[in-house]
């Protein structure tokens, strides 16, 4: 799923038109605006994330190749405001943006979540997208019947990183309309599979990866 979902996104900022910015949140090695770079070279790409993360990528970018139109923007999630930061950074909210955050919201709880959220919708006007992905909640209450994913959660939790959140698919459209954001599409790891790699097993079934738009 983790390989799916940086195809997933570098398809999706290659698509939107005219995308001017693109705010990856909690980048940590990500290597999206290598990846793309031809395509993104008039977007600016801004990356989120700890100051002592993006030190080390730093570092690595320097060895590799420096890319003109990437920003580092440091913030420490638990104490500063990411979405002032951007702007002193120079996001501006009025361009079409990009927003990605993935691999982040099992691990906050539903209030930190919320809290990030209105955040992220606050940053750009109508247009501006917003791509995260989430856990199914049957899977963080313990009711679901994927032992794979239970056992999953079980595992993580020994390792004091515990899945915290999590939504019911039926309802993502309705926890997403207060927010000013409208869904577009909530993917589920079989369709993804079927997408890119139709001869793999469904990876990851128990996460889903949604688009949604700022109106």
Request: a neutral charge; one cysteine or more; hydrophobic letters at 45%.
């Amino acid at each position: 799923m983790i390989s799916l979902r940086a195809r997933l996104v570098d398809d999706l900022a290659i698509e939107v038109p005219e995308l001017q910015q693109i705010v990856i949140l909690g980048a940590g090695f990500d290597t999206m605006a290598l990846r793309v770079k031809d395509a993104l070279s008039k977007a600016t790409v801004f990356e989120v994330d700890h100051p002592a993360t993006q030190c080390v990528k730093q570092e690595a970018f320097a060895r590799i190749e420096m890319l003109a139109n990437v920003q580092f923007v440091a913030v420490d999630f638990e104490h500063n405001d990411f979405a002032a930061r951007l702007v002193e950074g120079g996001f501006a909210p009025e361009r079409r943006s990009l927003i990605v955050w993935l691999g982040v919201t099992c691990y906050l709880t539903a209030q930190a979540v919320l809290r990030a959220m209105n955040q992220i919708a606050r940053l750009g006007g109508a247009g501006t997208r917003l791509v995260f992905d989430y856990i199914l909640a049957d899977v963080i209450d313990g009711t679901s019947r994927n032992r794979n994913a239970l056992q999953k959660a079980r595992r993580m939790a020994r390792l004091g990183e515990p899945w915290l959140f999590g939504l019911v698919p039926e309802q993502v459209r309705d926890y997403l309309a207060p927010l000013g954001l409208h869904l577009l599409k909530d993917y589920g790891a079989e369709e993804l599979r079927a997408r890119y790699c139709p001869e793999r097993p469904v990876p990851m079934d128990y996460a889903r990866i949604v688009i949604c738009e700022r109106v």
